[in-house]
């Protein structure tokens, strides 16, 4: 049987961080390993962890394993050792996490946004979660992109005045054509999803990119998988 490896498709495998005004990814693969081999091991380090501290300084995080791997320099230095000891029970159990840098959505931080805007922009890259990706030609929401969603609605719910644009692009498997149209797909699939939700359609606009925004340069199995995204952004006004 030919082996593979468990590339991160949503939060369960991408972790994201924000540092030096660049947004970093990490991603955690395994040989022959599964997301669902993934979320085992995160909950199993998870116990191991709170054995290891005191129950007042214990945190879960096999809910939202994406902020293992987050770079903050104003982190507590509990919250430095739990991470810590996370990576290391991780690593133990054979996982291993390389950083991919991102281009194509780096600026967002720091270009066409000022203030409050800017704020939101920041908080929803870093703690909420601004992106879900699909399958290759798929516009079909995974669950854990649903999971990531609902935590979109409950910011938005939070900052009822502030307004999106959720941008679709798409891997370049295919032509023009046929990127466009599932960019198209994959951002009113989302667009759907939070309105069905509760969040005004007046607040939500979109934006279609096809292939022509790449989240990440080269033609890795990875980057194809970071590309087929659906992004929301902060809109100034």
């Avoid at 997301?35 to 709170?50: G, L, M, P, T």
């Avoid at 704020?119 to 798929?138: A, C, H, Q, T, Y």
């Amino acid at each position: 049987m030919k082996k593979r490896v468990a590339l991160c498709g949503a939060i369960a495998l991408l972790a994201s961080c924000v540092t030096n005004q660049q947004k970093a990814q990490m991603i955690w693969a395994k040989q022959g390993a599964s997301q669902q081999d993934f979320r085992a091991d995160i909950a199993k380090c998870d116990y191991e962890v709170s054995l290891a501290v005191p129950p007042a300084q214990y945190h879960p995080f096999a809910s939202n394993p994406f902020v293992i791997l987050q770079d903050n320099i104003n982190i507590s230095d509990t919250e430095s050792r739990l991470r810590s000891l996370m990576q290391k029970c991780m690593f133990a159990r054979g996982w291993s996490a390389t950083p991919l840098l991102i281009t194509g959505d780096a600026d967002r931080l720091t270009t066409g946004l000022s203030g409050m805007a800017a704020d939101l922009e920041k908080e929803l890259m870093i703690n909420v979660g601004d992106r879900v990706f699909f399958s290759p030609g798929s516009a079909v929401l995974a669950n854990e992109a649903k999971a990531i969603l609902d935590r979109q609605v409950s910011f938005l719910k939070q900052y009822p005045s502030s307004k999106i644009t959720v941008e679709g692009h798409a891997s370049d498997e295919g032509s023009e054509e046929d990127l466009m149209k599932i960019s198209r797909q994959r951002a009113e699939i989302v667009r759907s999803y939070l309105e069905g939700k509760g969040i005004e359609s007046s607040r939500i606009s979109t934006a279609v990119f096809g292939g022509s925004a790449p989240n990440a340069p080269g033609g890795t199995i990875t980057v194809a998988m970071l590309n087929r995204r659906a992004v929301t952004a902060i809109r100034s006004n």
